[in-house]
């Protein structure tokens, strides 16, 4: 089963590249499909070569978070209605993500990721990701999280819920849409 979702969410993750690259010079539409079409391209034909292959290998494990940013991003730039994330917020995520990747890598006297491994501070963790979404009003961080504890627990992949739930990539992600933000764009 964790191969098969890992090709879906690389589809996903390639179908966002496209989209995001082709959206300088087409329109939103257009950008979606193109996207769409290299992405089953590269993953429907092309799956046993060495690009998709390495991508797996670079990216995985790719869990919710990455192909649900995509989609919402795709999503919102074709009209769906999407609840942006604020600026103060992306800024203290960002601030706390690279702290947990800091002491997850052992640069600090903590371990967090440990966290992951273990129901009950998973659970916590989930209960307080819903508990924020309804203070604000935006349910994809809580569907995300509840979405990667059924994969957890289900055993899709990692045996670690962070896995599902966070990604390097969204550090630069994240930058880039601060910086966006600041030059007004």
Same mark, same amino acid.
């Given at each position: 089963?964790?191969?098969?979702?890992?090709?879906?969410?690389?589809?996903?993750?390639?179908? $966002?590249?496209?989209?995001? /690259?082709?959206? $300088?010079?087409?329109?939103?539409?257009?950008?979606?499909?193109?996207?769409?079409?290299?992405?089953?391209?590269?993953?429907?034909?092309?799956?046993?070569?060495?690009?998709?292959?390495?991508?797996?290998?670079?990216?995985?494990?790719?869990?919710?978070?990455?192909?649900?940013?995509? /989609?919402?991003?795709?999503?919102?730039?074709?009209?769906?209605?999407?609840?942006?994330?604020?600026?103060?917020?992306?800024?203290?995520?960002?601030?706390?993500?690279?702290?947990? /990747?800091?002491?997850?890598?052992?640069?600090?006297?903590?371990?967090?990721?440990? /966290?992951?491994?273990?129901?009950?501070?998973?659970?916590?963790?989930?209960?307080?990701?819903?508990?924020?979404?309804?203070?604000?009003?935006?349910?994809?961080?809580?569907?995300?999280?509840?979405?990667?504890?059924?994969?957890?627990?289900?055993? $899709?992949?990692?045996?670690?819920?962070?896995?599902?739930?966070?990604?390097?990539?969204?550090?630069?992600?994240?930058?880039?849409?601060?910086?966006?933000?600041?030059?007004?764009?």
């Amino acid at each position: 089963m964790s191969g098969v979702l890992a090709n879906i969410a690389l589809g996903i993750v390639l179908a $966002w590249v496209v989209f995001a /690259l082709a959206g $300088w010079v087409v329109t939103p539409g257009l950008a979606v499909g193109l996207g769409v079409v290299v992405a089953l391209a590269m993953v429907g034909l092309a799956r046993d070569t060495l690009v998709p292959g390495g991508l797996v290998a670079l990216l995985a494990p790719f869990g919710v978070m990455l192909p649900a940013l995509a /989609l919402r991003h795709m999503g919102g730039s074709l009209g769906l209605p999407v609840v942006a994330f604020g600026t103060v917020e992306m800024i203290v995520f960002l601030g706390l993500y690279v702290a947990f /990747l800091a002491a997850s890598m052992g640069v600090l006297p903590v371990d967090p990721y440990r /966290l992951g491994y273990a129901p009950i501070p998973v659970g916590v963790m989930v209960l307080a990701v819903c508990f924020y979404g309804a203070l604000t009003g935006n349910p994809f961080l809580p569907l995300v999280a509840v979405l990667g504890q059924v994969a957890w627990v289900m055993g $899709w992949g990692s045996s670690n819920w962070f896995d599902y739930v966070l990604h390097v990539v969204m550090v630069p992600v994240a930058v880039i849409v601060l910086v966006q933000r600041a030059l007004g764009g």
